[in-house]
Every structure is written in C-alpha cells, then in structure tokens.
C-alpha cells in the first residue's frame, strides 16, 4: 500500500467513524433519557406554560353582558369569577385568577374588553379599549392569536350586547 493511498483511507475513515459514534451514542442517550424522563414523576417533569385545550368548558351563554355588567367581573371580587373580552366575547378566566384578578401581571384585561392592548402586547391602562380597528397587519395577528388561545383554554361565555363590529 502506497502512502497516499493510507492517507486517503485515513482522511475518509475518520469522518465515517465520527458520524458513526455521534449517531449510536445519541440513540443511546435518547433511550436512556427517555426511560429516565418516564421515571421521573408529574412533578418533576418540566413544566410548560402553555395549557392543553380544556375540554370541560360548558356551552356559551345566550344572554349578553352589557359593558357595565362586565366590569364587575375584574377580579376584585374574590366571591366573584374573573372575565376577559377579546373581540366583544367574554371569556372565563377564573382558573388563573392570580395572573388576571386584582394584583396580577394581566389584571388590566380583567372586567372589559382590551383588544387593542391584547393585540398591541401593551400592559398600559391607555391601551386597554374595545376598538382595535387602528391595529396594525402584525398586532392583528397577535389579537386573533390571543382570542384563538382564549377559545381552547377559557370557557367561552358570551357576546358583549353593546359592542359592535371594529
């Protein structure tokens, strides 16, 4: 065997035996996170914040809210449950009362309907109105992303009686 022709198996075989081992020593790893991830309890698994689709949520109601009605739906009623509006439909989001009731990071969409500000991902009192038709191609996309998730997770309530089309 001649020395270019060592070099040149050389050259081919140590890239071959590299992928080789990167490819049998992550089907080894996987297999063994796997049956690690599958021991490990609830608890322990991570958590994700995004919620699955709720399936117990029950029919939306027939009779509409006025805008004064839903107001005192703002989470500063603990007796109360706390509502969101997106787009003129209420929707229940009592089960994370401590992001949207009184004190939480999200409590400016409670008790009324703030699309523009849901759609503009602004937190300031000034953006939380009914009217979003100024919004922008993007921020309207963000809007009906939002009512989208609302619509899997909170339990859809009703039609705001006085809003009417932006």
């Not at 322990?44 to 009605?69: C, G, N, S, Y």
């Not at 439909?89 to 409590?107: C, I, L």
């Not at 009324?112 to 191609?137: P, V």
Request: glycine letters at 4%.
């Amino acid at each position: 065997m001649s020395f270019n022709t060592v070099v040149v198996a050389l050259f081919l075989a140590v890239p071959a035996f590299y992928l080789y081992h990167r490819i049998t020593s992550s089907e080894t790893t996987s297999a063994s996170t796997s049956s690690m991830d599958s021991s490990k309890s609830d608890d322990e698994k991570p958590k994700t914040i995004m919620q699955p689709a709720r399936i117990d949520l029950d029919p939306p109601k027939d009779d509409p809210f006025t805008v004064e009605q839903l107001k005192e739906f703002d989470g500063s009623n603990a007796e109360k449950p706390v509502y969101v509006a997106i787009k003129g439909t209420v929707f229940d989001v009592t089960r994370k009362r401590e992001t949207y009731g009184q004190g939480g990071s999200y409590n400016i969409f409670a008790g009324k309907d703030a699309s523009r500000a849901l759609g503009m991902s602004s937190l300031k009192q000034e953006d939380a109105l009914s009217d979003y038709s100024a919004l922008s191609e993007g921020d309207m996309k963000t809007l009906n992303d939002w009512y989208s998730f609302f619509e899997c997770v909170a339990m859809l309530s009703v039609i705001l009686s006085s809003w009417s089309s932006h």
